[in-house]
C-alpha cells in the first residue's frame, strides 16, 4: 500500500458528462501529481499541485480542471466527457516540489460511453 | 523535451532465469534521475529501482539492477531468479533533478514469467 488513496475505483458515464476524480496523499506530502493512462498515448502528466497551488502542467485539456484543497487533497475535474477521455488516471504524491520520488495511488478507471 | 524510449513492447522469461530490459533516453539535461515503476496486473505502480545519474555506480535492489550508461542514454533493467510474481508492465521513467517536474514515461514492456 503506497498511502495514496484514490476514489471511485471505477467510474462509468456518458459522453458529455462531468466527473469528480479524488485523491488524498500519503500523510505529510505536499505534492500531488495527476497522470493518465490510456492505450493509444500511454502514461502522461496532467498535472502538479503544491501545497494548494499549480505547480505544472502537462498535456491537460481545457476540459479537465484541478485543485488542491486546504487538507491537501486534490480533485481532477473532468467535463464534457468524449469516448476518448476513457483510460485509467493516476494520483502520485511526493513530499515536496523537489522530491525524486513519487508514490502512486491504484488509480481509477474511467469508462466513457 | 525528454524522451523514453522502450523498444521491447513483450517478453517473457523462465521461472529463475535473468532477463534484461532496455532503456533508452534523450535529454540535453545533466542532472536527474532515472526509474523503474512495475505495473502488475492490480494496476498499482510501484517503484522498482532509481538511479540517480551524478551517480556512477549502478543501483541495485535485492534481485533488480540496472546498467546505466549515461554518455549512451541507456538505462537498462535486469531482473535475477525471475520469479512468477514479477510478471508484469515495466516501465522506464526520466525525471529532471530539478523542482516541480513530473515523471516522463516510456511505453513500457510487458513482462510474461513462464513456469
Known amino acids: 500500500d503506497s498511502g495514496v488513496t484514490q476514489t471511485p475505483k471505477h467510474l462509468i458515464t456518458a459522453t458529455g458528462q462531468r466527473v469528480t476524480l479524488r485523491c488524498s496523499p500519503r500523510?505529510?506530502?505536499?505534492?500531488v501529481y495527476w497522470y493518465q493512462q490510456s492505450l493509444d498515448q500511454g502514461l502522461q502528466f496532467l498535472i502538479q499541485?503544491?501545497?494548494?497551488?499549480?505547480?505544472a502542467k502537462g498535456n491537460i485539456l481545457e476540459r479537465f480542471s484541478a485543485q488542491q484543497f486546504p487538507d491537501l487533497h486534490s480533485e481532477l475535474n473532468l467535463s464534457s466527457l468524449e469516448l476518448g477521455d476513457s483510460a485509467l488516471y493516476f494520483c502520485?504524491?511526493?513530499?515536496?516540489?523537489?522530491?525524486?520520488?513519487?508514490?502512486f495511488g491504484a488509480g481509477t478507471r474511467l469508462s466513457v460511453l | 523535451a525528454q524522451t523514453v524510449t522502450q523498444s521491447q513492447p513483450e517478453m517473457s522469461v523462465q521461472e529463475a532465469e535473468t532477463v534484461t530490459l532496455s532503456c533508452t533516453y534523450d535529454t540535453s539535461e545533466n542532472n536527474y534521475y532515472l526509474f523503474w515503476y512495475k505495473q502488475p496486473p492490480s494496476r498499482q505502480m510501484i517503484l522498482v529501482i532509481r538511479?540517480?545519474?551524478?551517480?556512477?555506480q549502478n543501483a541495485t535492489e535485492n534481485r533488480f539492477s540496472v546498467n546505466f550508461q549515461k554518455a549512451a542514454k541507456s538505462f537498462s533493467l535486469k531482473i535475477s531468479d525471475s520469479q512468477l510474481g514479477d510478471t508484469a508492465m515495466y516501465f522506464c521513467a526520466f525525471m529532471k533533478r530539478t523542482g516541480n517536474t513530473p515523471l516522463v514515461f516510456g511505453k513500457g514492456t510487458r513482462l510474461s514469467v513462464i513456469a
Open positions: 538511479q540517480e545519474a551524478y551517480k556512477q
Open positions: 502520485a504524491s511526493s513530499v515536496d516540489s523537489y522530491a525524486n520520488i513519487q508514490y
Open positions: 499541485y503544491y501545497n494548494g497551488e499549480e505547480r
Open positions: 500523510s505529510g506530502d505536499l505534492s
